[in-house]
């Protein structure tokens, strides 16, 4: 967990640089009162990066017994260790990213959870296809724990705002409560290793969009859809996100948590984009008469 | 209600002509498919007001079983009405401010709700005490139904955020479920008299405050502060507000219930002004060691 926070920040402060930039993540390690605890990475203010977040923590210690039975496992001893990002670029034509990857124990149980998504506010269908094709290959390279048709649909479903009609982006892969029988050592082990191989393919997934995208001129047209469709961002965070809504009720450290939240936000009233423009081709996209 | 609603506008449409600004409410009226429907009105972009948003609605019909059962009547025909508006101005020592008027009748019970709340962004204690003085005076007024002094309270403890440790802002009054009983036409008439002389009395607790304040000059300081200190207004309201959670979950109109979020929001990580600022003298005024 801790190399994939490395190897990220890493190559976006090699990216930054390349633009002149001299912006590079602050870290900021933090303990859990009952045991564990883990290291924020922000970077703000960059060429490219409005607001970047990388997160690790590894905790542990003896859930309350409320948490503990709302939880797959058994019993009060638990281990929980994870990876997550929230990637905000400055440029409306590089979209957002957001990764997640975590591993727990409680009891004998053992699961993992976890996925990637894209957020764009202008659509562009090769990007769409270059990173849905980046986690179909990491799924195929570990078919015997992990299905992308699968883990696809379920980034459909779960990433669904049901007030607006839309989903939060253009998918990717969710997965939950993907098991590992303890003793099943090999089982254990394809399921650990199709993790780190998540961990280390978000920069392939994403870094070749941000590549594509980055130089591509905006104006104040842009700018404003972007902060716009942030506003969805931050409703699907603080209204739907399991992760984050868990999170901020079992007291996890709120700054850690929040640092998915966009660096600046705008909410209009009733705004929608002409037909025929590229703001609307993106909603085209989104829009689900139903949920998915 | 539909008075309150003009009312208020046009106190503030004529408070934007004294400042120069020709910015005035729109009108969209909305007719919800069960029964009923309401009229959203919004200025955006004033001289005075960044973003203001004054709601009126009656609505009914046959509540679902699910929902019917939430509410503390019998039976599933209902009738709600209620004006609710939330003002945000564009100078940071301007507050917001909130205020909500509602009443329900299921099967045989009928019931009173609502309040005011002021969310400032600097500190002055006259304009607390202004704001809380109309409000206790109402109340006053109204002693058969109303009692300052608990719905004070009762407005600390609903405007809480636990993962900040704060209050939203220097509180108001809130009131739940006050009932009236069915066929105690004098307890009926008292509420109504109340809830009116409420709605009335808007504009009395904030405007002596907005005159107060809008020619003070800001900056970018002022401005930063402003915006950071919006994004717990949005929390408050994606996380925990009953009204809006509510909505959203049961198909209101997504944007007049969204109306109340602020016209533009920043999320910093983890900032905290220095100790000793007009900032921190702010946090002093509403963090909470303990739930209220």
Redesign the interface.
Known sequence: MRNVQANVCGALEALERELGSDRSFVS?AWTRPGGGGGV?R?L?DGAILE?A?VNVSEVYGELSQAFAAKLPGTGRQFYATGVSLVLHPRNPYVPTVHANFRYLEQGERRWFGGGSDLTPYYFFAEDKSHFHGVWRDVCERHHEVANYASFRDACERYFYL???GEVRGVGGIFFDDVEAVHGDVDREDALLAFVSAGGAAILDAYLPIVRRRMHTPWGDRERNWQ?LRR?RY??FN??YDRGT?FG?QTGGR??S???S??????????ESPSPGSPEAALLDQLRRAEPP
């Open positions: 900021d924020s922000v703000q607001k977040g049901p007030h607006r902060l506003g931050v409703e603080l209204l809504t901020l709120t700054e948590i929040l640092m939240l966009p660096p600046l936000v705008r909410w209009g009233y009733d």
